[in-house]
Each structure stands twice: as C-alpha cells, then as structure tokens.
C-alpha cells in the first residue's frame, strides 16, 4: 500500500504522522516522478493558491489532475478541498472534480476559527472536527455523498474516487478518518487493479 | 464576516490549537513583506502562503531611522481585501493595544516585531489573552520558550532583518537547533536547574526535552535574499521562511518570490535549486553585520 502525501506545502508531515500511526508508509509527492505506483493520495492542509502555483511549475498539476480524474483515491482536507470541487475565488479555479461548490475561507477569517464536535456517517462517536479559515461547501450534487454536516452545511463529502473534508483530523490524534479513508477508497482501487490484471 | 454563531474557543485549549494549526498550514511555505496591494498580489500569484503587511520594508526602516510602528490600516485593509491568503501584520514589542487594533481588524497572524521600536523595555504582549495567533522572533533557545509560555504560537529566528545577510538567521537556527539537541542528552533530574539556568519555563523545557522539538512550529526569518538562503534555512532545521526586504529590493521581485518559493519546496533538491536560481537579475544590495553600529541591531531587542 502506498498512499501519497502531496508535499509541497502544508500540514503534509502532519498527515504523513497519521498514516504511520496507522500502519501505512506515506510517499512524500513533489514532482511527477512520486506520483508513480500509489494506491492513494492525500491533498494536505495549507494554502490551496500555493498548492496550485507551485504544482504548476512544473507538470506535477496536470499529472495529479489526470491521474485523479482516471481514478487514483484523494482525500483533499481543507485546502486539499478547494482544489477538488468548484472554486472561483483564488487566482486559479479549482479541479470540478467533485460536484460541490467550495466559498473559500466562507467560515471567515483566521479569528472566525473553531473546534466543533461532528457526527460522521457510519462512525460511533463524535470527531472533532478543527476549522482553520475553512471553506464552505455549498449545494452538493446529486453524485455527492455528503457524509458529515456542521450547521446543515456539508462538511465532509465524497463523490466516486474522492473525499473531502473542510476540517483537519491531521491537527487531532485521532486516526479514524485516516483509516477510513485508506480502507474505504484506497484499498477499492487495489481490488480494482487485480481485476483490470 | 465574522458570524457570532461559531463556536468560541477556549482560549487555553481550543484556542491555542487553532493557532498552532494555522502555523502548521503555512509550513514548507515562503512569507512575504509587502507594502501595498499590488505587491501583495504579486506574491499571492508567486505562490507565497503568506502577506507581511508593512508600510516600510525593514530595508527602509534601517535606512530612514525614526519611529517605526504597526502599519497604517488602510494600507492593511487594502492588503486583506486584495488577496485571499493568509495577511500578517507587525506590532511593537509590547504594544498589547496594537495588537488589540489589528485583531480587531482581522489580521490572521501577528508578529510581536523587534523590527519596529519598542514600546515595551521589560515586557512582551501576554498573547494567551488574544484569538489571532502570534510570531515572535528569537535567537536562543531560552528567548523561543519564554515567547512561547506568553503564548506565542509560531517561532522565527530573529536574524538581521533589512540586512540581506543570512548570516545572522543562520547563527540564530543552528544555535536553537543545537540547543533542543542538548536537552534531549540530559536526565530528567537536570532539566529543573536547566530550566533555571536558561530562565525558561520548566514545562516547555520538559517538553523539548522529551519531543526533541519546539512546541510550536519553528520558521525563519532576517536577512533571507536567494532561493539558496531560503533552501539553505529549510535544511538547518526551519519549517517555512520569511523574506522580507529580499523580494521587493531586488531587480525583479516576482521572478524572485517565485524561485525563493520553488527553492523551499524543494530545498533537498540541488537540481531544483539550481533552476530556481538561474536568471534572477540582481539581488538586494547586502549589509555587512560588522558595519551595523551595536545600537542599531535590531535583533538585541526583545529578551
């Protein structure tokens, strides 16, 4: 199993501790040549203009975008988020990979930041969900599962291949999420290698 | 907007994870200074994580002398209207009331500066007290620690700001470095009279001790002028950089900002550095540490 962390900038050694912790060596993604061979990836935490900026300095962007777009697991947390779904407010738009509208920093600014408890699909128990100048999702399509809700406003969602949250488990210790991910979207697509075998 | 519904945070507890966090979301990123909107623009689209808010760069401030104080708000405003990242914004050592202006403004991050005179001779700001996270500068171990008991939530190497000599920002990493290295040899029976001897708390002491790390994220700053400074620093140990007067001196600021970006991301590759630094045009003019009179270094302000 390699699950990659995108590493260009961000909370991507925090995520890289949760996959350890649960067993799985994270693969550090900077350029082109990292993206080879992985069973999944994470879009960390941290400034999604950056993200884009600087994927695009290279090819990096478009491989990861192509390689999403043909099916490789994503779990995009916060930033990694705006990247996924539709968003107009930075510099670049994002991906449109998931249908869901993403208002960047629409929860406010660094002072409107906040730690709430949040009721997963599926999962027993609260997580708290920890909300950095986080983005609103808004207006989900009907392709979208929406599998957690803060204020009747998705939170986390998922749609085929990939995840998003607004939140950031990587700030908790909490690794449910991470395993979540790993075994509901990632292990899928080693099921789906063997088949295309 | 800010919406009075959101949950309020503790400040000892949720509150200072918060601001930890968003240090945590700006690491392996480049910090910029900037002085209006359209430069602030310019490192938006470079790639920066993050706007330094100022009305003079600490180039400037060395050079034209006088009063340096937090920036004038509309110059802030227009930065926070201009640009989607995070915007910092600088206030004089212990001038809690600057830095009750700029929370109440929005700034997301404040930076405790010894670039601006201080208003306080023996006292920082009391930061646990404040929501918006704040950045102190340090050049030991001990000064890092006790920022860090008064709150603070990110620490960056004091360096000589406005000098283009990385010189300083070096001394300052690999002193701290080398002092968390230290700790983590002793036995817990010596970390008590270590504590006393640095004049830091005991818990943060303890704490580096076991971890082997700062409690908080640990970036640098002062003097930065190249991508190779910016991967140089990266490799000694910090989490993210700030350069200041290094982008907006020199010939060509946004090809700059963005190599010292690309050079940070991949400060372990030489090839990477390497193209970051081809065909930059001419770098801020340096200042010698030995030529700066001993009253006009900036990094002896603050304890």
Known sequence: ?197 | MRDKSLPQPEPGKDGFLLKVGLAEMLKGGVIMDVTNAEQARIAEDAGGVAVMALERVPADIRKEGGVARMASIRIIEEIMSTVSIPVMAKVRIGHLVEAEVLQALGVDFIDESEVLTPADEANHVYKHDFRVPFVCGATCLDEALRRIGEGAAMIRTKGEAGTGNVVEAVRHMRRVMSEIRNLTLMRKDELMAEAKRMGAPYELVKEVAETGRLPVPNFAAGGLATPADAALMMKLGAEAVFVGSGIFKSADPANRARAIVRATTHYQDPEEVLAASRDLGEAMPGLEIAQIPAEEMLQKRGW
């Open chain 1, 1 to 197: 199993m390699r699950i990659g962390v995108l590493a260009v900038q961000g909370s991507f050694s925090l995520h890289a501790r949760m996959l350890n912790a649960i067993g799985v060596k994270p693969v550090e993604v900077r350029r082109v040549s990292d993206l080879k061979d992985l069973d999944g990836i994470i879009l960390p935490g941290g400034e999604s203009t950056a993200f884009q900026i600087i994927m695009n300095t290279d090819d990096l962007g478009d491989q990861l975008h192509r390689k999403l777009q043909s099916g490789l697991p994503a779990w995009g947390t916060c930033a990694g988020a705006i990247i996924l779904g539709h968003n107009k407010d930075g510099p670049l738009p994002g991906w449109s990979l998931v249908d869901i509208e993403v208002v960047r920093n629409g929860y406010g600014r660094q002072v409107d930041s906040f730690v709430a408890p949040l009721k997963v699909s599926g999962m027993a128990g609260d997580f708290q969900g920890v909300f950095i100048r986080a983005p609103v999702f808004l207006n989900p399509g009907q392709e979208v599962d929406v599998l957690a809700e803060f204020k009747d406003d998705p939170v986390m969602a998922s749609q085929d291949n990939l995840l998003m949250t607004s939140f950031h488990p990587e700030l908790t210790s909490d690794t449910r999420l991470h395993e979540y991910f790993v075994q509901h979207f990632c292990v899928r697509s080693d099921l789906g290698d063997k088949k295309s075998a």
